[in-house]
């Protein structure tokens, strides 16, 4: 331990956020976290780097997505954290998943227990894009970038598309 509060650089760290860490880090709590580490590494290819358990259920994993890491563990009163319901479609948030191949991540997900919500079809952004909710009640949006565009190029084409609704 120390008292320093310079942010750290060096072999495992780089200007205080340690490798692997993207500046924000989304914590689930989920029912059977075990089970969902398990579904995110099967469907996500998501590697676990570590799952400390109490009394054999899982308090604290982190996993590895390509760039991106999420943290969870089992939902606990001790921890006031809720988890979702797994049968609801009403969420207060939702993830968003880059990856090389929407379609098949989709079906595996749809395999592995997720229910579709949206399936896979372009979207104005320059992405194919689908929409499920995993077996822990967490809401994903999967995309694959299938046009080069510029954030500017991708909104503009989201605001046309928008102005087509109406």
Known sequence: MTDNTTPADGAHTTNGVPHGYSTITPFLAVTDAKAALDFYASVFDAKIITAMTNN??????????????????????????????????????????????????????????ATLREPVAYFASGDRYGSIRDPFGVRWTIMTRVEDLSDEESEQQVKEWMETLG
């Open 56 to 113: 054999e259920a899982v308090v604290h994993a982190e996993i590895q997505f390509d760039n991106g890491r999420l943290e969870l563990g089992e939902a606990s009163s001790d921890y006031n954290t809720v988890a979702s319901e797994p049968e609801s479609d009403t969420v207060a948030f939702s993830l968003a998943l880059y990856c090389t191949n929407v379609d098949r991540v989709v079906e595996l997900a749809i395999a592995h227990g």
